[in-house]
T-cell receptor, first 115, second 109 residues
Framework: DGGITQSPKYLFRKEGQNVTLSCEQN?????MYWYRQDPGQGLRLIYY???????QKGDIAEGYSVSREKKESFPLTVTSAQKNPTAFYLC??????????????FGEGSRLTVL | EDKVVQSPLSLVVHEGDTVTLNCSYE??????LLWYKQEKKAPTFLFML????IEKKSGRLSSILDKKELFSILNITATQTGDSAVYLC?????????FGTGTRLQVFP
């Protein structure tokens, strides 16, 4: 089945540890995105990538890093510099024009809790 | 600066009630306005609006856009408990989507 797979679904970490969230898609989409969602809030864009080996910062990139070495993969690392990392993280992918028509495919999310 | 604001932030109703959710926006180079429903995890697409005054309808849900006053509304009639979710409004900005704050709707029997 085509889709986006995020892992792990739930993750607990101690303060000060780096954490990497996985996002894999088999939709052959060029564009991939990482969003963060806090309770009672909408989605805020962390990083996005339109093509392999290239990515751009979103609105809240501080304390995060990404890579795009393969078209199907866009892992997100939450570093110790992120002051409040506990949140729900959503990965999405689309065709280059998919954002205009709402054709954004989301993964099931990863819930990170920092103790 | 581009922004998308939704209201109310939270809404609690009983089954059978009708609700209206609001999304106001300021964005350069408007292309479309999108509505999503998020029940537990991944948001699912509801509507895409591009023209003022043309209602989009799907069952008990409908939505309309006003490009002069820069807002959209999402109506849900005869609400059911299955409508309980966060409803998100989003607009394309360059090559990405910016989302509003969301409205959390809770429908009680």
């Amino acid at each position: 089945d085509g889709g986006i797979t995020q892992s792990p679904k739930y993750l607990f970490r101690k303060e000060g540890q780096n954490v990497t969230l996985s996002c894999e898609q088999n939709l052959n989409h060029d564009a991939m995105y990482w969003y963060r969602q806090d309770p009672g809030q909408g989605l805020r864009l962390i990083y996005y990538s339109q093509i392999v080996n290239d990515f751009q910062k979103g609105d809240i990139a501080e304390g995060y890093s990404v890579s795009r070495e393969k078209k199907e993969s866009f892992p997100l690392t939450v570093t110790s510099a992120q002051k409040n990392p506990t949140a729900f993280y959503l990965c999405a992918s689309s065709t280059p024009t998919g954002v205009n028509t709402g054709e954004l495919f989301f993964g099931e999310g990863s819930r990170l809790t920092v103790l | 600066e581009d922004k998308v604001v939704q209201s109310p932030l939270s809404l609690v109703v009983h089954e059978g009630d009708t609700v209206t959710l609001n999304c106001s926006y300021e964005v350069t180079n408007f292309r479309s306005l999108l509505w999503y429903k998020q029940e537990k995890k991944a948001p699912t697409f509801l509507f895409m609006l591009t023209s003022s005054g043309i209602e989009k309808k799907s069952g008990r849900l409908s939505s309309i856009l006003d490009k002069k006053e820069l807002f959209s509304i999402l109506n849900i009639t005869a609400t059911q408990t299955g409508d309980s979710a966060v409803y998100l409004c989003a607009l394309p900005r360059s090559d990405k989507l910016i989302f509003g704050t969301g409205t959390r709707l809770q429908v009680f029997p």
